[in-house]
């Protein structure tokens, strides 16, 4: 029994070792997708649009901010340079500022009858109204220089408060719809991003299986070449065949052998490029699980369609491109119209002045509304709304040619997936052709009815049958990968 679990035990491991050197197709995609530097900075740039389209939202929200300052001035601020002296008079009944003739020291005169008026210094009359500079006041009242001094040497000085834009011309949504655009480019890059690196990885991917196929048909021409060696060896030894017959089968030997170096050579180097795709050691010792080349995704043949087109990424990036060169236009025509903003404030100070001049910090709210109408600045914004609407048809033209050529890229991938089974299907009858003919060729050099160049010449016409059967596969391989591509679909699982 604990042989039997030891058994089970070694065998279970032998599967998992095997497992965990054998790579499938959909494994170095994964492995790709993971450690590839592109795709990485394809993600970052589109994380940086979307934090850049939260930024924008927040442009539809009040800012608020707090200020604060402190400023120190040599000197206090005085409103008069020396001390007043302000006449005492009387206020009338019409409650203008006046005197009584008691007030002044003027001495009065009739100049009519019951009308009195005082006399200047040089003992002529005035109208005091009219010269109110030569009255003689008997009594004055004095005003301190120092009363109306400011002590502002320490100033302090803060605000709180927020600016909500209330109509902007349309700027802040066409902004927020250019980056919402700008975020859905940078998503549809990552995209495009993913599915170039799927095509590196399924082209490093095939060009190892088809020369790991292309080792082993090596491999068994080398074999046969060894035979057929040893056998005009034989056949020299009887006397049935000449020293020129094995200098010909050697050559064809010697090739085979170059044959297979190379593809030993190219399988090494191709399986190092796959592994650095896949962000593995270059020198990791590996085998791939599709190397037996079976299985074909059936695709039928497409014509191009509006909804087949306009699902591509290039179609959906320069849509994107003319949303934003729309919302570029809208922006250009809102710079003809007003702008309006609320504000709002708490201003607090120190010294104030709500209650006179103190020494003390008080403060009070403010609200106010803010409008700015542009009216000429010599043409600026006709010449730039002019480019935005230029823009616009320019990148409407870049659709319209893109158009024209996935169709057509769409139709030449159809005709060459199309040509590539036929090639494959002529491949694999020229492989049971070539396959019987060596059967007939082994059979009539054994009986000695052909000679040892009639064979080797079926066995090299098997050699390129059954390359070309590869080269076919792969091509099949890759062509529906470039179909899928240029149909739009997806290549990331």
Not at 113 to 142: C, M, R, T
Request: proline share 3%.
């Amino acid at each position: 029994m604990k042989r039997f679990a030891l058994l089970i035990l070694l065998t279970s491991s032998i599967v998992t070792l095997y497992a965990q050197n054998t790579l499938s197709i959909e494994e170095c995609r994964k492995l790709a997708m993971e450690h590839n530097r592109s795709i990485m900075i394809a993600k970052e740039k589109a994380d940086v649009a979307t934090e850049l389209r939260k930024a924008a939202f927040t442009q539809f929200l009040p800012n608020f901010s707090a200020n604060g300052t402190y400023l120190f001035n040599q000197k206090n601020i005085s409103l008069m340079s020396e001390d007043a002296l302000l006449p005492i008079g009387t206020k009338m009944a019409d409650g203008s500022f006046g005197f009584r003739q008691d007030q002044v020291k003027n001495q009065w005169v009739q100049v009519s009858p019951g009308v009195y008026a005082p006399l200047d210094a040089s003992g002529k009359p005035f109208d005091p109204k009219a010269e109110p500079g030569k009255i003689i006041w008997k009594d004055y009242a004095v005003l301190p220089k120092e009363a109306l001094e400011m002590d502002v040497k320490n100033i302090f000085a803060g605000a709180v408060g927020f600016v909500q834009p209330v109509f902007m011309g349309g700027k802040v949504r066409e902004l927020y719809k250019m980056a919402k655009s700008g975020e859905r480019l940078a998503n549809i890059e990552q995209e495009r991003a993913a599915d170039e690196l799927i095509i590196d990885v399924d082209e490093a991917y095939w060009r190892v299986v088809s020369l790991e196929n292309k080792r082993k048909l090596a491999q068994e021409y080398c074999l046969l070449m060894e035979k057929l060696v040893k056998n005009v060896g034989i056949m020299v030894e009887e006397g049935v065949a000449t020293k020129g017959d094995v200098l010909k089968v050697s050559v064809k030997l010697n090739e085979a052998q170059m044959m297979l170096a190379k593809a030993d050579n190219g399988l090494r180097l191709s399986k190092m490029a796959l592994f650095q795709i896949c962000g593995l050691e270059i020198n990791s010792n590996y085998t791939l699980s599709e190397s037996n080349l079976t299985g074909y995704n059936d695709i039928n043949p497409v014509k191009p369609t509006d909804s087949l087109i306009e699902n591509r990424a290039e179609i959906r990036a320069l849509n994107e491109a003319k949303k934003i060169a729309g919302s570029n236009l809208k922006i250009m025509e809102s710079r003809f119209m007003p702008n309006l903003l609320l504000s709002g404030n708490y201003i607090v100070s120190n010294p104030n002045v709500y209650n006179g001049v103190s020494n003390s910090f008080a403060g009070m709210f403010s609200v106010g509304v803010g409008i700015n109408i542009p009216i000429f600045h010599f043409g600026e914004r006709i010449h730039t709304l002019h480019a935005a609407k230029s823009q616009v048809k320019i990148v409407q033209y870049q659709i319209d040619e893109a158009k024209e050529k996935i169709e057509l890229q769409v139709n030449q991938f159809g005709f060459r997936t199309d040509e590539a089974r036929r090639r494959l299907s002529m491949a694999e009858k020229s492989v049971e052709k070539a396959d019987e003919n060596v059967r007939f060729a082994n059979e009539a050099f054994d009986a000695g009815l052909i000679g040892s160049t009639d064979l080797m010449e079926a066995q090299t016409a098997w050699l390129m049958a059954n390359s070309e059967k590869i080269d076919s596969k792969i091509e099949v391989k890759m062509c529906e990968l470039y179909l899928k591509k240029a149909i739009g679909e997806s290549l990331v699982k």
